[in-house]
């Protein structure tokens, strides 16, 4: 798809999503260009990912880099105060088939602490995504780590994106309070933005299939947590597999890193070895488990 060739009524429809996504958030969300307004998704970023005293990061010459060569780059705004921001990065990568293919890289999307669960993600992605079928984009991908239960119900559930392949210790070590002590394994995360199941995720159609409901269907729990909280994987042979998530990883992080390893090495474990061979995580069950497909 070309800037050309997108249809016109899906970029309306984007744009109509975008406008209503904001309003149930209470923000406004607009692509940002003067210093002033990079310094504040700056502080955004710095603010969530609290790094190394006088760390950034991503600086103020790279950030304008970017946008010259691209970027999108986003504020989520209550009045004259930025809540939210979001980076975007022109990114080609080989497809599935072996061919090349040019879609918007999302490197990182916050909320202010104290701001989430209100909508204002959902809010900045589907801007994001009316400004690149804007400009003839048909793909958004960002990596989400895996044991973030709230990134995995926004990803897979709210947006309808997919999470295609599993990355070991994606950035290796990362210092900042949400990642620190843990591997950084990543999902990618591909969100076809012309796709019907998007657009039914967006307009709030896609309900969250239940446990139970999957496994009457012949779904087998491949990660399941013991009377004390453990994660305990199951050698299972279905082609829809569920696999449970702990409730807050960053507060285990903070609690019990030993207990948050041992969730990286299950879910690593139950998830990675089928999506490396054509699997997909296609959702997450009301009660917090991926829901898996083994490729075929
Ligand atoms: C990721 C982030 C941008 C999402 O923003 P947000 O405003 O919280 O997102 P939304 O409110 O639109 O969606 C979050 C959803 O997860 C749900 N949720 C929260 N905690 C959950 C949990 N433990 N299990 C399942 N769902 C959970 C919320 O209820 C909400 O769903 P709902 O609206 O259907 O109820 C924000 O939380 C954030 O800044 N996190 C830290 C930085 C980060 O991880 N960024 C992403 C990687 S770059």
């Known amino acids: 798809m070309t800037r050309e060739t997108v249809d016109p009524e899906l970029v309306v429809r984007a744009w109509g999503h975008s406008e209503r996504a904001s309003a149930r958030a209470g923000v406004v969300v607009r692509a940002l260009e003067t210093d002033e307004e990079l310094e504040a998704a700056r502080y955004v970023w710095d603010t ?82 009316a400004w690149a079928l804007d400009r003839g984009y048909d793909r958004i991908e960002w990596t989400f780590d895996p044991l973030v239960r709230r990134n995995a119900r926004l990803n897979l559930v709210k947006l309808g994106g997919t999470a295609v392949r599993y990355y070991e210790n994606f950035y290796g070590d990362m210092l900042d309070g949400i990642n620190v002590g843990d ?9 076809d933005l012309a796709s ?19 496994i009457a269907l012949g779904a087998q729990q491949a990660l399941s947590v013991d009377g004390d909280g453990v994660p305990v994987v199951h050698d299972v042979d279905s082609p829809v597999r569920l696999v449970a998530l702990p409730e807050d990883i960053v507060a285990v992080r903070g609690s019990d890193l030993a207990r948050a390893k041992q969730w990286r090495q299950a879910v690593r474990a139950a998830v990675a070895p089928v999506v490396d061979a054509g699997g997909r995580v296609v959702s997450l069950t009301a009660e917090g488990d991926y829901v898996v497909e083994v490729g075929s």
């Open 196 to 214: 019907e199941r998007v657009e039914t995720a967006l307009e709030g159609s896609a309900l969250p299939p239940s446990r139970d409901e999957l």
């Open 183 to 191: 591997a950084s394994d990543r999902f990618i995360l591909r969100w």
């Open 48 to 129: 969530t990912w609290p790094g190394q005293p006088g760390g950034t990061e991503i600086t103020q010459h790279l950030l304008r880099t970017l946008l010259h060569t691209g970027a999108y780059v986003s504020g989520a705004y209550v009045g004259d105060d930025i809540i939210g921001a979001c980076l975007g990065l022109v990114a080609r990568a080989e497809d599935d088939d072996g061919g090349w293919h040019t879609h918007l890289h999302s490197h990182v999307a916050a909320a202010l602490p104290g701001r989430a669960d209100r909508g204002l993600g959902t809010a900045l992605k589907v801007h994001q995504r």
